[in-house]
């Protein structure tokens, strides 16, 4: 058995020092810094660019007497790997390497957490052997040995019972077919009943979804004043490593100006862990992010291409690479607010266990670019901040937004983390960690991002959603009774307003539209039924649920935007009668999709009217304007 010579007993800063491979400065800052964040002196001096990656792994052979491997040259054994996992050897940098005569060398990146760590490793691997390799070694080979496995995986991470790959295309097909017929043959043999049952459906819907949003705004505005009323509490908790995933397609010519805004973020360098996702297909955006000089709290992770190309997939895939036990998630053109990670962790902090999830507030940042960018954005605030908002504040489920989500990661793997198949993988998971027994509640903090204000991408970006809401319904009530008995009466109920009738109001708003004829004293189908067998009331009733309903909106929207940095918005209030038609024919184009491309992503395109916005929002301070010019 070979002689493991004694460790080093200098410490890591003086072999440095004496290596000529950190300025003493530097190092008494890093010094610092580790009393205060309990962080290995090594990440932090990478963190902060204050040693090279290199040169920190020949520091560390010296100090344990260890050999360092070259794992590109001399790739590890797969069979190691496969009896390890190649999960815990990425979240824990480690690459077992070769077994021979008996023992099982294995290369790590964390000498001080090896013997720990031999605890975990399985027994048949005898003695076991430690040499060096630097993190970026680790992850690659790591990766680069069994690439196609983790992604199948990725594909594959939420339980077929609960995914929409396993969603029959042919019986989907068939049915939209037959409903559209009976559709057509009632309209041709009782037009009248027909109408009366869509509009009876319509109505029904709309009055659900009015009370649903009352609890909620009522839920917001009391919760709104036991906060002023209580005091914030304060947490002294190390702070810990969060990782936020930014996917990122086709969108290369907003990747400067995403490190930028990345750069204004106030967190300790050495406790951010930020992963640019890139599809390895897109190309374009992997040369324009390969000419970039990224600092090392970012990197980039490629995903190798599959049957379906999409956001959850791609998150799933990163995930493996995150560093952090809170895992967040940012799109490529969010401007996050400087103190958001802050707010995130001390959120965690003083959350109960059971709160899996911290969602924040979108915004947007281009609210004058034309009309529709204005009403979407208005539509967002009552969206986040009252919506939302109110769906927490009454223990529902929460239907996430795609973006400024954090999570404990311990909890989001455990219930499978996305649905690689739904295109709206938010609310999909939303609903799962209800399931699951798992709490989401909002956090106060504000991403802004473009607004889209374009007509055509507008409806293509909303048909998306409402394609996802479709299909996330239909997968959970696959088995109502096993939804009932997960989610409880109250909030299975709620979730059918929430997902099934917010679709309905936006298929069957044209019939609600047609009642307008009887205003103007046109012919409609359901007069005589109106004036006649259901009495003269029927016809003010119906008008007063509808005027209701857009008083209530226009409430719960002015009450949005009543802040210092909307207020010019309230004019525009009333406009969004205009602006909900929209909706309409998205929804149709939904219903298309789901039955012919159930799985196509529409991408939405950004990085059309945020320059000027960007150089408004700069920070007052001049470094950071310098970090922005040179990003």
């Avoid at 300025?23 to 990440?43: C, D």
């Avoid at 409806?459 to 008995?485: I, N």
């Avoid at 039955?595 to 000027?612: I, R």
Wanted: net charge positive; glycine share 6%.
């Amino acid at each position: 058995m070979p002689v493991v010579a004694e460790r080093d007993l200098r410490p890591l800063g003086q072999i440095l020092m004496q290596d000529g491979a950190v300025q003493p400065a530097n190092l008494f800052r890093a010094l610092v810094i580790r009393q205060r964040q309990q962080m290995r002196l090594g990440e932090i001096l990478l963190a902060h660019g204050w040693v090279k990656e290199d040169a920190l792994t020949r520091a560390l052979a010296q100090q344990w007497r260890a050999t360092i491997v070259d794992l590109n040259s001399d790739p590890p054994d797969p069979r190691l790997l496969d009896d390890l996992g190649a999960e815990i050897c990425l979240a824990e940098g480690i690459v077992p390497w070769r077994r021979v005569g008996g023992i099982t060398f294995v290369a790590t990146a964390r000498p001080e957490a090896f013997d720990a760590l031999q605890n975990r490793l399985p027994r048949d691997w005898g003695t076991v052997r430690m040499l060096l390799c630097s993190e970026n070694a680790a992850r690659n080979a790591v990766e680069k040995t069994r690439k196609t496995q983790m992604i199948r995986l990725a594909e594959a991470r939420v339980p077929a019972t609960q995914s929409c790959r396993t969603r029959n295309e042919r019986r989907t097909g068939r049915i939209a077919v037959l409903l559209i017929v009976l559709a057509v043959l009632g309209l041709l043999i009782a037009p009248v009943a027909v109408i009366a049952t869509l509009t009876g459906w319509a109505v029904l819907t709309l009055i659900a979804s009015m009370c649903l949003k009352i609890a909620s705004f009522q839920a917001v505005l009391r919760q709104n004043r036991q906060n002023r009323d209580t005091a914030p509490a304060t947490a002294h908790a190390p702070l810990p490593v969060i990782s936020v995933m930014v996917p990122m397609f086709a969108e290369a010519d907003i990747a400067d100006r995403l490190i930028g805004r990345l750069s204004r973020l106030d967190y300790p360098r050495e406790l951010m862990d930020i992963l640019i996702v890139v599809e390895e297909s897109d190309h374009i955006t992997c040369a324009a992010l390969a000419t970039a000089r990224l600092p090392r709290w970012i990197r980039v992770v490629k995903v190798p291409d599959g049957p379906v190309r999409t956001k959850p997939r791609a998150l799933n895939y990163a995930l493996n690479f995150c560093r952090g036990q809170i895992i967040g998630v940012w799109d490529a053109e969010d401007r996050p607010e400087p103190d958001q990670l802050h707010k995130v962790a001390r959120g965690f902090q003083q959350a109960a266990p059971d709160v899996a999830c911290l969602q924040g507030v979108l915004d947007y940042y281009n609210p004058r670019s034309n009309w529709l960018a204005r009403v979407f954005t208005i539509e967002y605030a009552a969206w986040f901040r009252a919506t939302l908002a109110g769906a927490a504040a009454l223990d529902l489920v929460v239907p996430l937004g795609g973006t400024t989500l954090f999570f404990r990661r311990e909890i989001l793997e455990n219930i499978g983390a996305w649905d690689a198949w739904n295109v709206t993988e938010d609310a999909d998971l939303g609903v799962r960690l209800t399931r699951h027994g798992y709490r989401t509640q909002m956090l106060d903090t504000v991403t802004h991002e473009e607004a889209n204000c374009r007509l055509i991408p507008w409806v293509k970006q909303r048909s998306r959603w409402l394609k996802g809401f479709m299909m996330t319904w239909g997968v959970h009530m696959r088995d109502p009774v096993a939804l009932w008995r997960d989610l409880g009466p109250r909030r299975f109920l709620a979730l059918q307003v929430q997902l099934a009738a917010s679709v309905s109001q936006y298929l069957l708003a044209p019939v609600l539209w047609s009642f307008w004829l009887l205003t103007l004293g046109l012919p409609h189908p359901m007069r005589e039924m109106l004036t006649g067998q259901m009495g003269g009331n029927a016809i003010p009733l119906l008008f007063t649920v509808f005027l209701a309903s857009e008083l209530l909106n226009w409430s719960v929207a002015l009450w949005a935007v009543r802040g210092q940095g909307h207020r010019h918005l309230m004019p525009w209030v009333p406009t969004l009668h205009l602006y909900f038609p929209l909706g309409c024919l998205a929804a149709w184009k939904a219903v298309y999709e789901v039955v012919m491309k159930p799985f196509y992503w529409d991408k939405t395109q950004h990085g059309l009217f945020d320059s000027t916005d960007d150089a408004a929002g700069l920070p007052n301070d001049p470094q950071a304007r310098i970090i922005e010019r040179r990003a």
